[in-house]
């Protein structure tokens, strides 16, 4: 039963998405379990950039199975549109190769109206949220009012729902942030177009078919969104998404026992980023945060926003490794480090005067914290041609070892470069 779980252990943009391409090699199917299109995940693949933020990190193998799971809430247009420009790029030839369920809830254009007022609302306090939707079509799910992939295709059913939707969003659009409220018909004219380009991608029993293919031993690959930090119970609250980003959630977003899932590779930068507010520990300021950030592109694939960048936050490792149960670790962009003469990473915090190891559970303590340093040698040259550990810098391999040693945690990929080929084996993934 070789179910992996591949699950951020920062505040997201670590590269999941470059390491399911890549990973995906070796896997039958491949499912998406939490999040939405606030996800943004990029490959690159001779060359060609292909960004993602619903379909599975792994259509671009033909021979690999491709599920969005019941965890995830599905914007309608973003989804086709991502669809189309597979199908335009010679990509996705086949609707069997991409599966839907019928559980996902959906998105539509009145969830991201209300989001974006909300947010403008906020002003200074805003939370960072990238505007399309996603919290307000969560709640509808926890709310028992969402509208379900498969009620599209219930013309009577959609219709009833939208309605009973519409009333309470165009009552908050309008009488509470002044915003033009959303008609029913043009709703309904949308999604009925779009229920038909999707129709041919629809899977009625998601579930079954991962539970069945894991049973008989097939290689299943769970891809998650954003990153632990951000997760909506155990993440830097308020400041977090509105799903649960842990690895657990792979097994409820997927409808899967967590007997079935064989490993847990944890996805970490060789240094930590972070997009939108809340707090960030180990944040540079100046020449050295803009630096990382042109040289390691730190700008958001879903909203192009500049990311915050800082050094390596192992207490903050530490916790991802614990709350998910993370087995092996994959190290992402040791590239962008090449040229520093000197590298911070953070091994503990200072707190009210006092040296701690582990992660204050309050935003509030966080943002009070100290990071305690401990300063490694540098290296110089580019790690980008590289294709076997052996062949890096000594300095660069002393940092592999040591972040793996300080986390008590192996490191079985690290990635010197955007590209499949940039990609170093430690330890086969499916073994």
Known sequence: MPGLIVVGAQWGDEGKGKVVDVFSAHADFVVRYQGGANAGHTLVVNNVKTVLHLVPS??????????????????????????????????????????????????????????QAR?????????????????????????????????LFDRAKLREKLEHSLKEKNFLLEKFYNAKPVAVEDVEREVLALAEE??????????FI?????????KVLFEGAQGTMLDLLHGTYPFVTSSSTLSGSACVGSGVGPNLV????????????????????????????????????????????????GWLDLVALKYAIRVNG??????????????????????AYRLDGQEIKELPVSS???????????????WSGDLRNVRALQDLPQAARDYIQFVASEVATPIDVVSVGPGREQTLWIKPLFS
Do not use: W
């Open 262 to 309: 064989q490993k847990i590779v944890g996805i970490t930068k060789a240094y930590t980023t972070r997009v939108g507010s809340g707090p960030f520990p180990t944040e540079i300021q100046g020449d050295l945060a803009e630096r990382l950030r042109q040289e390691g592109g730190e700008f958001g694939a879903t909203t192009g926003r500049p990311r915050r960048c």
């Open 119 to 151: 947010e403008a609302a906020l002003g200074n306090e805003k939370i960072g949220t990238t505007g399309k939707g996603i919290g307000p079509a969560y709640e509808d799910r926890a709310s028992r009012r969402a509208i379900l992939f498969s009620d």
């Open 364 to 378: 509030t303590d966080l943002t009070r914290v100290e990071p305690v340093y401990r300063t490694l040698s540098g």
């Open 210 to 218: 991962i539970h069945k293919a894991l049973k008989g031993g097939r």
């Open 326 to 347: 993370i087995t092996s670790l994959a190290l992402m962009k040791l590239d962008v480090l090449s040229g520093h003469e000197r590298i911070e990473v953070c091994t």
């Open 198 to 207: 999707l129709e041919p991608y629809r899977c009625k029993d998601a579930s």
């Open 58 to 115: 792994g259509i671009l193998h033909p021979k690999t199975t491709c599920m969005i799971a019941a965890g995830v809430v599905l914007d309608l247009a973003e989804v086709a549109k991502e669809i189309r420009d597979l199908k335009a790029a010679g990509v996705l030839a086949n609707p069997e190769q991409l599966r839907i369920s019928d559980q996902c809830t959906v998105l539509l254009s009145y969830h991201r109206q209300l989001d």
